[in-house]
């Protein structure tokens, strides 16, 4: 992978390839020479092609990107080309700067100036990721700052998409699972989490697309395939977004702060943060 500007980062088998232009994304996991996330493939623009993408100040989906919040009537400009919604944040959608370097950990940093230089989202924010490599694997975490002098809405989310098998199993325990329509704007309707299977029990991903969120989910998600088991390990976040396409493209388990569209749902699920305060999502991965 020859990208300008790359981070990488290495722990006895482990290595990391970070790139900060491009989104804070991760651009690849490995271990023992192969893949343990998907990496970026060569030439993508996007940052939720990577590895992992961070979802700062929200994830999934706010619809039209309308809402108001705290005397603000927010109209966030559509950021995807295949959606007319505001999704995942603004952090995939820009530059970070490197924080830190040193031995096998690395910080990102990203700075966000609010309404004061025009922008939509009008609340100040720090956001900050750190990655660290060990024998193990990486921790991962990403951590968000009211720099302001407002409450503000908080979300945070992490965006791994793992290796895919046609055979890959997973397993994680949550107690529900968001409803949503067509554009996986959620109904306002939470089903058992064994609605669609229990994963409880562990499942082979369908050939069928999934795009669903869980919520009261236990922080662990297992997937195991004809290369070892790979365990995603989550403080922070009490959701679980499940994103696997038909195509079998991508295998995304997200640990996320809140539930899809959260500022029109009727049980409103966005955290939101007091000026000088941080909300901060962790993340371990490793594989046995």
Known sequence: MNRA????????????????????ALAALSRRDHDVLRPLPDGSASALEAACAPLVPWGNRIRLGRFKFGGHDVALPPNHPSDRHAVH????????????????????????AGA??????PWPFRAIQRFELDANGLALSIELFNT???TMPA????????RRWRDSRAQFSAREMALADLEQIPTGELVNARH????????????ITIDNCYTRWDGKVEIKDGLGTITLE???????????????????????????DPFHAEDWSMPVLEPGASARIDLRITEG
């Open 5 to 24: 500007g790359t981070i990488e980062i290495a722990a006895g088998d482990w290595r990391a390839t970070i790139v900060p232009g491009l989104g804070g």
């Open 89 to 112: 944040g603004l952090g995939w959608t820009r530059p970070w700067m490197l924080g830190e370097l040193v031995g096998a950990s690395a910080e990102l940093v990203l700075d966000h």
């Open 116 to 121: 004061a230089a025009g922008e939509a989202w």
């Open 148 to 150: 302001g002098a407002e």
């Open 155 to 162: 979300g945070l989310g992490l965006r791994p998409s793992l």
């Open 196 to 207: 669609f299977g229990d994963w409880s029990k562990g499942m082979t991903v369908p050939s």
């Open 234 to 260: 989550a403080t922070g976040a009490e959701n679980l977004h499940v994103y696997a396409p038909g195509t079998g493209a991508e295998l995304v388990f997200a640990p996320i702060n809140h539930l899809p």
